[in-house]
């Protein structure tokens, strides 16, 4: 019995050779992109907590109340108080002027989170809308600023991982009932309302970090097929990005849409942090540096575009809140089972100012090995441009201190890759 994967294939196969036929000119491949992804490096920063809540970014929304996510922030205010609370956070969070920094240091990307309920609600959640003209606005201000902007579906009915920055900590339910064409609906919407922006929009992902291990890993395949033909419905060459699951990104993801499935402009985003186990964060900053630089190869060898889509100078996950409201952190022991690794001291709130020389020294090191190596591939996106108070996160503060590379290929560190 032929699989939905292989069906898939050979349906995309066939449309795009009937369209070839039918059409005087194919537009497939690079040529038809406003940033030439063979030949160009992303150099990019995500525009974190703006159109999803995450509550280490902003602590203060979040703070004198139980919610721990957006859902159950705007399920505890109500609609009313919900929408008014968050327009005046989506008008203030990233401005024009923080479009023109991120191309002032020298970037050419931001990738933008947004949630399905800004573009396809469901009728019983209690999120509130109003994202979207917000977003138009940030299409024209990186325009203006000389940016490509790549669209990320950051959370899906049901939760795709469980994780708050998904919209819903909890259970992973993405996949149960209609959740999954609930999704489509949501790239569907996405992928209409900026098909004719694609000066500045290059690339849509069809949705961030499933959490491979607790869903059907060919479900997962079979959606990112399903979310190329919807995203090709609206526009011919815009790049689709597909996450990497939390599978090897090389020997995983090698082999699956390619070219020789019939499918064009599709990229691989994988996820590079080394703090969310004990194991990594009693790691020496050299074995950080080391582990940064052993991706290189790995990305120079994926037969895709690849781009690692989120990582940090963090070497800690001392943040407030970065594994959860009212969560304490591994390294320094106040986290549910955990051990004490060693000091928070700066790192739990404050700014990059107020670092010691060792954290900026050892930050500087592991961001210029993470750049020296991403680009081995097609890129990388830093996460995240701003916070209120999480200095390995924030680049923002971290260009302001010198800590983050400028201009970005200069190196106090050179060659700590070989």
């Not at 990233?94 to 800004?118: E, K, M």
């Not at 992973?172 to 009932?177: A, E, K, S």
């Not at 890129?379 to 201190?401: C, H, I």
């Amino acid at each position: 019995m032929l699989t939905k994967t292989f069906l898939h294939k050979a349906t995309a196969a066939a449309a795009l050779l009937a369209s070839a036929n039918a059409a005087p000119i194919f537009k497939l491949g690079p040529r038809a992109l406003s940033f030439d992804y063979s030949n160009e490096k992303v150099r990019g920063v995500n525009l974190g907590g703006w159109f999803v809540l995450e509550p280490w970014i902003t602590p203060s929304i979040f703070e004198g109340g139980a919610a721990v996510d957006e859902y159950t922030y705007t399920q505890a205010l109500g609609k009313d108080e919900a929408s008014s609370k968050l327009t005046q956070h989506w008008n203030t969070w990233i401005t024009q002027d923080d479009f023109n920094q991120i191309a002032g240091a020298g970037l050419n990307h931001v990738r933008i989170p947004i949630g399905y309920w800004a573009l396809a609600p469901l009728d019983q959640d209690p999120y509130v809308q109003g994202q979207l003209p917000i977003l138009d606005r940030a299409i024209d201000w990186a325009r203006s600023a000389g940016l490509k902007v790549m669209l990320d579906l950051h959370g899906a009915p049901g939760s795709q991982n469980g994780f708050d920055n998904s919209g819903r900590y909890g259970s992973v339910d993405w996949q149960q009932g209609d959740t999954v064409t609930q999704t489509m609906d949501a790239i569907r919407a996405l992928a209409e309302r900026y098909a004719s922006q694609t000066d500045v929009v290059t690339s849509i992902e069809l949705l961030n970090e499933p959490l491979g291990p607790s869903l059907d890993l060919a479900g997962v395949k079979d959606f990112y097929y399903d979310g190329w033909g919807t995203v090709r419905d609206s526009n011919d060459d815009t790049v689709v990005v597909i996450h990497d699951a939390f599978q090897d990104f090389e020997n995983y993801w090698n082999g699956f849409m390619t070219a020789d499935a019939g499918v064009n402009n599709v990229m691989l985003d994988t996820h590079q942090y080394q703090i969310f186990d004990s194991g990594q964060l009693t790691q020496s900053s050299s074995a950080h540096v080391s582990a940064a630089c052993g991706l290189g190869g790995k990305l120079a060898n994926t037969d895709k575009w690849t781009i690692v889509g989120e990582w940090t100078g963090a070497q800690t996950d001392c943040a407030k809140y970065l594994n959860g409201f009212g969560k304490g952190a591994r390294y320094d022991g106040t986290f549910s089972g955990s051990s004490y690794i060693g000091s928070c001291d700066g790192k739990y709130t404050g700014t990059v100012a107020d670092l010691s020389s060792d954290d900026k020294s050892n930050i500087r090191h592991f961001i210029e090995a993470q750049l020296d190596a991403y680009e081995r591939g097609t890129g990388w996106v830093f996460w995240t441009w701003k916070t209120e108070s999480a200095p390995e996160w924030d680049m923002q503060d971290l260009l302001a201190e010198g800590v983050f590379p400028q201009p970005l290929t200069s190196r106090q560190y050179p060659g700590q890759c070989g």
